[in-house]
């Protein structure tokens, strides 16, 4: 092994025990530092051949890929993770970082966009899935990234106040709480609201909606997330051309929660006038969808 593929391991190591395990397995996830897309290329590469350096850590990643894919179909294992769901894991780390509080400077204010700009390139990298088990391979890898949240802490005493994005508020001002009056509040921010006030946030909805498109089965699951809104694609759209996929979508939908179903219908409806065939298609499935469940009911 040349000295740069050692290189490229090692940071494919730090990315699968940084984020894709806390993603599979819970836990912290820490993200790594921004990859880009010579780098994530070629650790794609190495996905035939990669070994984590904590072989525990990734015998539980794959149990948990499997579990979560039998949770829609029922297999007795499931491929390894493929070049393009390195492409789409490398992708997701940056696209976090891309909303990292601290990578903006007074040096260097534009590294927000600039790392928007090439995750929007890494993601030109990704096919989308060649078939129903591609699809549901990638949603048992990465189907829980849109439960990723940072934990802002804001901590206020009897003289001011301070706010803490993603990282643990400093001792110093949780010392004599009773005297000094310290109150401190936690709020959860979901992956769609993470960029700060001022931040290119519109460029990094574009980005997430790419990532979700890639990534069809995870995109109807989340259907009821507030940004980016959920739309008909054609990674979508071509699950529901087959029975397979059409088995896989209702099973992912199940239990949506009633923004969810509006989400839907109103994605459909924006097909209508746009391209007919794809209206009929996903009418014809909501349609099966609500008999089916009329059925069971």
């Known amino acids: 092994m040349s000295e740069t593929t050692a290189a490229d391991a090692i940071r494919g190591d730090e990315l699968y025990r940084g984020v894709l395990a806390p993603l599979l397995l819970g836990g912290p996830l820490r993200p790594v530092r921004p990859i880009g897309p010579s780098l994530a290329r070629r650790i794609a590469a190495l996905a035939g051949v990669f070994r984590c350096s904590d072989s525990l850590v990734q015998a539980r990643c794959e149990e948990a890929r499997l579990r979560r894919a039998r949770v829609?179909?029922?297999l007795d294992q499931i491929p390894p993770m493929d070049?393009?769901?390195w492409l789409l894991l490398a992708a997701f780390n940056d696209l976090l970082q891309a909303a990292n509080p601290e990578l903006p400077s007074v040096v260097a204010p534009s590294r927000p966009q600039k790392l928007l700009r090439a995750c929007d390139v890494l993601l030109s990298l990704v096919p989308p899935p060649a078939d129903t088990l591609g699809a549901l391979a990638r949603h048992a890898t990465l189907g829980n990234?849109?439960?990723v949240h940072r934990l802002d802490t804001q901590v206020r005493w009897w003289t001011g106040s301070a706010l803490f994005r993603g990282v643990p508020p400093t001792q110093r001002l949780l010392a004599w709480p009773d005297l000094r009056r310290v109150q401190i509040s936690e709020t959860p921010v979901p992956v769609e609201q993470l960029p700060l006030?001022?931040?290119p946030r519109e460029s990094y909805l574009a980005v997430l909606a790419l990532w979700l498109k890639l990534n069809p089965l995870t995109d109807l699951a989340?259907?009821?997330?507030s940004d980016p809104p959920f739309r008909w694609t054609l990674p979508t759209l071509t699950l529901l051309g087959v029975p397979a996929g059409?088995?896989?979508a209702r099973r992912v939908l199940a239990g949506l929660?009633?923004?969810?179903e509006v989400a839907l219908e109103r994605a459909t409806h924006e097909l209508e006038s746009k391209a007919p065939a794809a209206f009929a298609l996903a009418t014809r499935f909501l349609e099966d969808r609500r008999a089916l469940a009329a059925r069971s009911a």
């Open 145 to 147: 990234a849109l439960d």
């Open 197 to 199: 006030p001022g931040a």
């Open 72 to 74: 829609l179909a029922p």
């Open 257 to 260: 929660n009633a923004r969810g």
């Open 246 to 248: 059409q088995r896989l």
């Open 83 to 85: 070049a393009p769901q």
């Open 222 to 225: 989340t259907a009821a997330r």
